[in-house]
């Protein structure tokens, strides 16, 4: 390859845009989760967790692996029977739990394996005993150099800054791990529907590349959004709204159900987008309900759902899926169509946001993180 062919793939500044291609390769990454060299690793912690007699877990991140670690939680209580805590990594080494102690497993979430604070966090835990585990793409990053064990999930050289099938990789590893932790025959049937799940996501991202543009064309006047979700998917909204906000600049808010309810559906006018997840689970009918209302208010409302239900629902747009994909398995399907949404709402141009690269390229936001986030490779590309 020249110098010159080497160039061009620093950068693209039309569809498809790098990060295009990350989330049409998700459900590939998670096939290869399921070869020998990622459970091996899974097999290993889940065999030192026993051995330790691990009685509690804290789930770590920043930005969205904080929004992977809270869609995690749901199956580490559920299926493991394991007390579980999700914090953001430098509001756990601020604000250090009571209940952590030598019996504690800590796993760090960090696609890069650089972010900042993880390693004083690291060092926190290690002071009192507990057991360190990195979820991250990146064999030699900091952070793995630092941790008792790493699960370690498949990469690439990453061009694009947002966050797509490392978010979902990262979930899917934890998952697995789960499904080691948990005890039969009800972990056998969690582990059978989870290696079910790369296929499925398959015909969901290839059906939704499809759809996305038109999707995008029903939305495309609405000024702001509000996500709405419950459970394991509000983290699903919270990542949704991260990829409107900082690949298109449209201001977007996640919210638990009667959070929104409770004060700001106030707020809601004729104009506005609310995107609702209704996947399977307690707060399903709650949800549909809250899309009736908007709707009823003037709003533009999506609604994401399985397809049996479609009835049920008064909405602008339905975006449904495949029926069976279990509440705690759904945050890893339903993410990726709100991927392609926000992507192709990104190339209507509506701010100076590089998709790719965000505003990263603009001198004084370089200026700025040089400042804020100094040794975080993520933003010194």
């Known amino acids: 390859m020249t110098n010159h062919q080497n160039k061009n793939l620093e950068r693209r500044d039309a569809h498809p845009f790098f990060i295009w291609d990350s989330i049409m390769s998700t459900a590939k990454v ?49 299926i493991a029977g394991i007390p579980t805590d999700v914090y953001l990594t430098t509001e756990f080494s601020s604000y250090t739990p009571l209940r952590l102690h030598s019996k504690s497993a800590v796993f760090f979430h960090s696609h890069s394996g650089s972010t900042l604070g993880d390693i004083q966090a690291v060092q926190k835990v290690h002071r009192i005993g507990g057991y360190t585990v990195g979820i991250t793409n990146i064999a030699n990053s900091t952070l793995a150099n630092a941790v008792n064990d790493v699960i370690i999930g498949p990469s690439r050289p990453k061009i694009e800054l947002p966050a797509t099938f490392t978010y979902a990789s990262a979930i899917f590893r934890m998952l697995l791990l789960v499904a080691e932790l948990g005890n039969a025959p009800k972990t056998e049937q969690f582990r059978q529907e ?8 398959e015909e969901v991202s290839h059906m939704y590349a499809q759809r996305a543009p038109g999707i995008v064309n029903e939305i495309k006047d609405c000024t702001e959004f509000i996500l709405i979700g419950s459970g394991p998917n509000l983290p699903t909204a919270e990542e949704a709204g ?13 919210y638990m159900p009667e959070n929104y309810l409770h004060g700001p559906m106030q707020a809601l006018q004729p104009g506005m987008g609310v995107i609702l997840i209704a996947a399977p689970g307690p707060m399903q009918k709650r949800i549909i309900d809250i ?23 008064n909405c602008d747009v339905f975006v449904d899926f495949p029926v069976g994909i279990d509440e705690l398995l759904s945050p890893i399907v339903y993410i990726l169509p709100l991927w392609q949404i926000a992507y192709y709402f990104s190339l209507l141009g509506r701010t100076s946001c590089h998709t790719d690269r965000l505003s990263m390229d603009k001198p004084e936001f370089k200026e700025a993180y040089a400042m804020l986030m100094a040794g975080d490779k993520k933003f010194v590309k």
């Open 30 to 78: 998670l096939e290869v989760c399921l070869e020998d060299e990622v459970l091996d690793q899974v097999k290993h912690v889940a065999k030192v967790c026993k051995s330790k007699k691990i009685d509690n877990v804290f789930l770590l991140g920043t930005e969205s692996s904080s929004f992977a670690a809270m869609a995690e939680r749901f199956a580490f209580e559920s």
């Open 194 to 201: 989870l290696e079910r799940i790369p296929k499925i996501l």
């Open 242 to 254: 991260l990829s409107f906000t900082q690949s298109s600049g449209v201001a977007a808010q996640a």
């Open 291 to 313: 899309a009736k209302a908007c709707k009823l208010v003037g709003a533009k409302v999506v609604v994401l759902a399985p397809k049996n239900i479609e009835h049920d629902i």
